[in-house]
């Protein structure tokens, strides 16, 4: 390994900071002259903030010109991994009648006084220093859950997959304790970013001021009302001119999160095959357990199996009662730790009749209802976000058709085991093909460039399920062959769902505002 220093190493070990310089210009005030100290730019504050007071960075848009030096630096500092960086550079473009012009802008965690990453982190591994104001990441106490990511409306945090845990600028806080700027600051060759102290009672009547609750810090930021941000954008420009729009290009989609997808549709049905267990089997609660009951409960602990197969320290998951208070995470958790307890007791009283006739009806009741509610934990961890395409009313609309899937399939197994006509069969397999195209389009609809291949598939799964609803006038369904049905069942909606909740991830995207709220600017 080459011991030659770069330009980024020498930058970083200038002996003076800016609180140096300053010091030396105090104690030399006769060798300087007024024009030097007039010039001279303060890029942190000379002492700690007050009360109700914190750090927070200021750029000045009029001064970046996107030579990313501050990328360079944070990843240097930080020893950053290839394609991971904490902070960011974008383009603006905009125009008035008389003239046009385009920014290069830098972005990285923006401090926030309402911090939802520190809200949603089920094992409170972010803290806000009560005197700096810095929201700080606590990476032995990660567990690498990566909802803060999802939290976050700006995306901030980024996931270290060699140790499982996820990182995010800190604002340098060792250097600034030593009163040494950031990296980024110092490494800034126009002076464009610096450390400034703001009020925060200031910030947050800006941001919950009614004309500006749907406004961001910058065009297409989301919505400052959500988390409060404290990074202000100067510029002599008009920010909040509705002319502005940032340079997007390609989107790129999010992650699939497979251990969260078979989690959900694992889950999900086999609390649907218990609750059509106990309402329409014969013999819920005579023989023992019905083989429905344990189909679901299998599913159901595959699925809370596979869930931690998305952490990256599922050693430390034991901790999510500390994030019980704000972090709809830690509630799920919990709701489904209850649950599995309260299913399992539902088993041994089924095996061991336990229950009286008179209370099975209300029991049925109370095990329906924590299924209702650990469904709806769920619901709430993707709606807590604020992001679009995770909206409580289709988010519950996924889920619990999710969870009436496993109800239909108990359904079905009833008419096959029942030898009904077969013509209630034909229009089983059409109603579950219309299902599963339905839950199809849920998959895509904030997809819009994947309208052409979900229709497609579509038509191709409806014309393959005509024929095998033709095939089935063939095979006595009835008969010796009807595992060959069901199993085709089965892998049909298997399919659909899991396409339907990799949709559900890949898809989504970070809250947009609507303009640039007034404070922005000045």
């Given at each position: 390994?080459?011991?030659?220093?770069?330009?980024?190493?020498?930058?970083?070990?200038?002996?003076?900071?800016?609180?140096?310089?300053?010091a030396?210009?105090?104690?030399?005030?006769?060798?300087?002259?007024?024009?030097?100290?007039?010039?001279?730019?303060?890029?942190?504050?000379?002492?700690?903030?007050?009360?109700?007071?914190?750090?927070?960075?200021e750029?000045?848009?009029?001064?970046?010109?996107?030579?990313?030096?501050?990328?360079?630096?944070?990843?240097?500092?930080?020893?950053?991994?290839?394609?991971?960086?904490?902070?960011?550079?974008?383009?603006?473009?905009?125009?008035?009648e008389?003239?046009?012009?385009?920014?290069?802008?830098?972005?990285?965690?923006?401090?926030?006084?309402?911090?939802?990453?520190?809200?949603?982190?089920?094992?409170?591994?972010?803290?806000?220093?009560?005197?700096?104001?810095?929201?700080?990441?606590?990476?032995?106490?990660?567990?690498?859950?990566?909802?803060?990511?999802?939290?976050?409306?700006?995306?901030?945090?980024?996931?270290?997959?060699s140790?499982?845990?996820?990182r995010?600028?800190?604002?340098?806080?060792?250097?600034?304790?030593?009163?040494?700027?950031?990296?980024?600051?110092?490494?800034?060759p126009?002076?464009?970013?610096?450390?400034?102290t703001?009020?925060?009672?200031?910030?947050?009547?800006?941001?919950?001021?009614?004309?500006?609750?749907?406004?961001?810090?910058?065009?297409?930021?989301?919505?400052?009302?959500?988390?409060?941000?404290?990074?202000?954008?100067?510029?002599?420009?008009?920010?909040?001119?509705?002319?502005?729009?940032p340079?997007?290009?390609?989107?790129?989609?999010?992650?699939?999160?497979?251990?969260?997808?078979?989690?959900?549709?694992?889950?999900?049905?086999?609390?649907?095959?218990?609750?059509?267990n106990?309402?329409?089997?014969?013999?819920?609660?005579?023989?023992?357990?019905?083989?429905?009951?344990?189909?679901?409960?299998?599913?159901?602990?595959?699925?809370?199996?596979s869930?931690?197969?998305?952490?990256?320290?599922?050693?430390?998951?034991w901790?999510?009662?500390?994030?019980?208070?704000?972090?709809?995470?830690?509630?799920?958790?919990?709701?489904?730790?209850?649950?599995?307890l309260?299913?399992?007791?539902?088993?041994?009283?089924?095996?061991?009749?336990?229950i009286?006739?008179?209370?099975?009806?209300?029991?049925?009741?109370?095990?329906?209802?924590?299924?209702?509610?650990?469904?709806?934990?769920?619901?709430?961890?993707?709606?807590?976000?604020?992001?679009?395409?995770?909206?409580?009313?289709?988010?519950?609309?996924?889920?619990?058709?999710?969870l009436?899937?496993?109800?239909?399939?108990?359904?079905?197994?009833?008419?096959?085991?029942?030898?009904?006509?077969?013509?209630?069969?034909?229009?089983?397999?059409?109603?579950?093909?219309?299902?599963?195209?339905?839950?199809?389009?849920?998959?895509?609809?904030?997809?819009?460039?994947?309208?052409?291949?979900?229709?497609?598939?579509?038509?191709?799964?409806?014309?393959?399920?005509?024929?095998l609803?033709?095939?089935s006038?063939?095979?006595n369904?009835?008969g010796?062959?009807?595992?060959?049905?069901?199993?085709?069942v089965?892998?049909?909606?298997?399919?659909?769902?899991?396409?339907?909740?990799?949709?559900f991830?890949?898809?989504?995207?970070?809250?947009?505002?609507?303009?640039?709220?007034?404070?922005?600017?000045?």
């Amino acid at each position: 390994m080459s011991s030659e220093k770069t330009l980024i190493d020498l930058a970083l070990s200038q002996p003076q900071s800016a609180i140096e310089a300053l010091a030396y210009e105090a104690s030399n005030q006769d060798a300087i002259s007024a024009n030097s100290i007039k010039i001279k730019r303060k890029l942190i504050p000379t002492k700690l903030p007050g009360h109700n007071q914190q750090f927070a960075f200021e750029v000045d848009v009029d001064r970046c010109s996107g030579c990313k030096g501050c990328v360079s630096a944070c990843h240097h500092m930080n020893g950053l991994d290839t394609g991971e960086s904490w902070r960011r550079v974008k383009q603006w473009f905009g125009k008035t009648e008389s003239s046009s012009w385009v920014h290069t802008v830098t972005s990285a965690c923006h401090h926030c006084l309402n911090a939802e990453c520190m809200l949603g982190c089920p094992v409170g591994a972010y803290e806000k220093n009560p005197i700096s104001g810095i929201v700080k990441h606590l990476d032995d106490q990660c567990i690498g859950c990566e909802y803060c990511i999802w939290k976050c409306p700006y995306e901030v945090p980024e996931y270290h997959s060699s140790h499982g845990v996820v990182r995010k600028c800190d604002m340098c806080s060792d250097r600034l304790g030593m009163q040494i700027e950031p990296a980024c600051v110092q490494a800034c060759p126009h002076d464009a970013i610096r450390i400034e102290t703001v009020d925060q009672p200031t910030i947050a009547e800006q941001t919950n001021y009614d004309p500006h609750l749907g406004q961001g810090m910058y065009p297409e930021a989301a919505p400052s009302s959500i988390t409060k941000p404290t990074t202000i954008y100067r510029s002599t420009k008009e920010l909040k001119s509705a002319q502005w729009s940032p340079m997007q290009g390609n989107q790129t989609s999010q992650k699939a999160h497979w251990p969260l997808v078979i989690m959900l549709v694992m889950t999900q049905w086999g609390l649907g095959m218990i609750i059509g267990n106990m309402f329409w089997t014969e013999n819920s609660f005579r023989g023992g357990p019905s083989i429905g009951f344990l189909l679901g409960l299998a599913l159901v602990v595959s699925g809370l199996i596979s869930s931690a197969l998305h952490l990256g320290q599922p050693t430390k998951a034991w901790r999510f009662f500390l994030g019980l208070r704000t972090s709809w995470l830690s509630r799920e958790i919990l709701a489904f730790t209850l649950l599995s307890l309260l299913l399992f007791a539902d088993g041994m009283c089924q095996w061991l009749h336990l229950i009286p006739p008179n209370y099975q009806g209300f029991w049925q009741w109370i095990v329906t209802a924590s299924i209702a509610s650990a469904v709806m934990t769920s619901v709430m961890i993707y709606h807590d976000t604020h992001r679009p395409s995770w909206r409580m009313p289709l988010t519950s609309m996924r889920f619990f058709s999710t969870l009436a899937i496993g109800l239909i399939l108990l359904l079905w197994e009833g008419f096959v085991r029942l030898e009904l006509d077969q013509s209630w069969s034909i229009l089983m397999a059409l109603f579950l093909t219309l299902f599963s195209g339905w839950k199809l389009q849920l998959g895509g609809i904030f997809e819009p460039c994947r309208w052409r291949i979900l229709v497609g598939f579509l038509w191709g799964l409806t014309i393959s399920w005509i024929w095998l609803v033709t095939l089935s006038e063939l095979v006595n369904v009835s008969g010796p062959h009807t595992w060959v049905w069901k199993l085709l069942v089965g892998l049909m909606l298997v399919s659909c769902d899991i396409i339907e909740r990799r949709q559900f991830f890949i898809s989504t995207r970070a809250p947009v505002g609507h303009g640039v709220g007034s404070w922005a600017s000045g």
